[in-house]
Antibody, heavy 121, light 107 residues
Framework: EVQVVESGGGVVRPGGSLRLSCAAS????????MTWIRQAPGKGLEWVSG????????GYADSVKGRFTISRENAKNSLYLQMHSLRAEDTALYYC??????????????WGQGTLVTVSS | DIQMTQSPSTLSASVGDRVTITCRAS??????LAWYQHKPGKAPSLLIY???SLESGVPSRFSGSGSGTEFTLTISSLQPDDFATYYC?????????FGQGTKVEIK
């Protein structure tokens, strides 16, 4: 069974840092691109970042470019999102999702339950 | 960036109704479009990819159509399990963008 499970969320002060992790199982991880998508309270879905199958190509939303870094460790079936200079508007439920294919231009076919990030003083 | 505009924002319908949701892209995206269903407290689920391809395991009452800038999601006969929020999303290059969502409510 395909599963992706996020962890690492929590409460952080503005300007702080946090690292999210996503553990994947049930599929050949290095055959697929991966992505992070978030949902702020009461808002819709917002794409955050994507990474291709080998980490050689990445993309970011303008709202996080220069502050967030996506990476993956295929040997550990894991995806990461390093977040710096966090702002109140980064408060959201962060979803990890698998993309249908090796390149991060694609639809997200399996999603985790999300990990909550709250940026507050 | 490509903007995705969904209509309507909210839709009230009854079980058995035929429901259509529209998504418009600010520039052509070929058929690089997906539709998702999202229920409160649950992870979103993929319904349609490449504008009209039904994801495995998704009931056949869901269908997608369109290309270029105009797309539709149709539910042929609304079921109790279908009351949810639906999002379109383009993947014609980054950044991906989602529509603002269409909430399907019980009439």
């Amino acid at each position: 069974e395909v599963q992706v499970v996020e962890s690492g969320g929590g409460v952080v002060r503005p300007g702080g840092s946090l690292r999210l992790s996503c553990a994947a199982s049930g599929f050949t991880f290095d055959n697929y691109a991966m992505t992070w998508i978030r949902q702020a309270p009461g808002k819709g879905l917002e794409w955050v970042s994507g990474i291709n199958w080998n980490g050689g190509s990445t993309g970011y939303a303008d709202s996080v470019k220069g502050r967030f870094t996506i990476s993956r460790e295929n040997a550990k079936n894991s995806l990461y999102l390093q977040m710096h200079s966090l702002r109140a508007e980064d408060t959201a439920l962060y979803y990890c999702a698998r993309i249908r294919g090796p390149h991060y231009y694609g639809s997200a076919d399996y999603w985790g339950q999300g990990t909550l990030v709250t940026v507050s003083s | 960036d490509i903007q995705m505009t969904q209509s309507p924002s909210t839709l009230s319908a009854s079980v058995g109704d035929r429901v259509t949701i529209t998504c418009r892209a600010s520039q052509t995206i070929s058929t690089w479009l997906a539709w998702y269903q999202h229920k409160p407290g649950k992870a979103p689920s993929l319904l349609i990819y490449k504008a009209s391809s039904l994801e495995s395991g998704v009931p056949s009452r869901f269908s997608g159509s369109g290309s270029g800038t105009e797309f539709t999601l149709t539910i042929s006969s609304l079921q109790p399990d279908d009351f949810a929020t639906y999002y379109c999303q383009h993947y014609n290059g980054d950044p991906w963008t989602f529509g603002q969502g269409t909430k399907v409510e019980i009439k």
